[in-house]
């Protein structure tokens, strides 16, 4: 017969009797359970009720829910291997990292570049720039030396032209003298300026005054060497002063003091 | 006749029950899942099993 009366179970092992049931002891728990259970019939008797109890369930269950088909629920366990493969660095992504180039940083690297070549064409331009004006200096000053020995040149070249001229001009006769005025005559009115200082100079001694002919060559000589040194010291002055690449207007200075003291010549 | 025993119990014991005698969960792991002390989950599935022995025991006798 089974006794119903088991709520009054006051055993201090009554909650060990769940945990002995579906076997949560520990071992020296276990053996001592059972030597109380030897001793107390109350907790065998409770022992045997819910042990029939749970064996009922048990039963109910592999009557009811046994032949249920297993319901699987798929998991994918590759994903969580794909995690952590995708976690794991491996010297090849560190390498492929190392060689893609984001295009952030391909804009920068693009902007870096192009900065540093204006940089630097800018500073080569500026000290190309110093050395051509250091360049055009030193031409300037050499230019201006040639043109200082160009003058010198061309004074002296005045001087010895001058020289010729006198000599020339001495060593004349009154019949070259006389033809020379002939033609000079003819050139004063249609030669140029330049051409006109040349015959000029050389019919200082207009051959119509035979007889005075001799007097006025000397008289017109010593002026006119006069005439020509002043010229020759003046342009030689003003070559010294300002430089000047040719003689043209030297020429065209004494051919107007020439021009003056025939002119004064001819008056007296 | 163990479906109405299990069916006519509070839902304390029986969610206890179902736990631990359907889920095969541990004491330990009612305890956490539910939130309670050890203890607690230990007294009710011992009430538990002790209304159900009542429960089956009665029906016989009432029967007999």
New interface residues.
């Given amino acids: 017969m089974?006794n119903?009366n088991?709520?009054n179970s006051s055993c201090a092992f009554?909650?060990q009797?769940?945990?002995y049931?579906?076997d949560?002891v520990d071992l020296s728990e276990k053996t001592e359970f059972e030597l109380h259970l030897k001793e107390c019939l109350k907790c065998a008797d409770e022992l045997a009720?819910?042990n029939?109890?749970?064996s009922?369930?048990?039963?109910?269950?592999k009557a009811?829910?046994s032949n249920l088909p297993n319901f699987v629920i798929p998991f994918e366990e590759t994903t969580n291997e794909k995690i952590v493969l995708s976690n794991q660095v491996s010297w090849l992504n560190n390498l492929r990292q190392l060689f893609t180039f984001p295009l952030a940083k391909a804009a920068v690297g693009f902007a870096f570049l192009i900065i540093c070549v204006g940089a630097f064409l800018t500073v080569f331009n500026f000290f190309g720039n110093n050395d051509e004006v250091a360049k055009n200096k030193t031409v300037n000053v050499a230019v201006s030396e040639s043109q200082n020995s160009e003058s010198k040149q061309v004074t002296e070249n005045t001087q010895t032209v001058a020289e010729k001229q006198d000599s020339s001009s001495i060593s004349t006769t009154p019949n070259e003298i006389e033809t020379r005025a002939s033609k000079t005559t003819n050139l004063h009115q249609i030669a140029p300026r330049n051409l006109v200082v040349k015959t000029e100079n050389k019919s200082r001694a207009v051959p119509n005054y035979e007889t005075i002919a001799k007097d006025v060559n000397k008289s017109a000589l010593n002026n006119k060497n006069k005439a020509n040194s002043e010229i020759v010291k003046n342009s030689a002055v003003k070559n010294s002063q300002v430089p000047k690449l040719t003689n043209f207007e030297d020429e065209e200075d004494k051919s107007l003091r020439l021009a003056d003291l025939l002119a004064e010549f001819d008056d007296n | 006749m163990i479906r109405q025993a299990v069916s006519s119990l509070p839902d304390d014991l029986r969610q206890i029950i179902v736990m631990k005698e359907f889920e095969d969960m541990t004491f330990q792991e009612i305890s956490d899942t539910l939130g309670m002390p050890l203890s607690t989950v230990k007294s009710r599935l011992y009430t538990a099993l002790k209304q159900l022995r009542s429960k089956l025991e009665s029906k016989p006798l009432e029967i007999v």
């Fill in positions: 089974l119903n088991h709520n009554a909650e009797i769940v945990s049931i579906y949560e009720g819910l029939f109890a749970h009922s369930i048990v039963e109910w269950r009811e829910f």
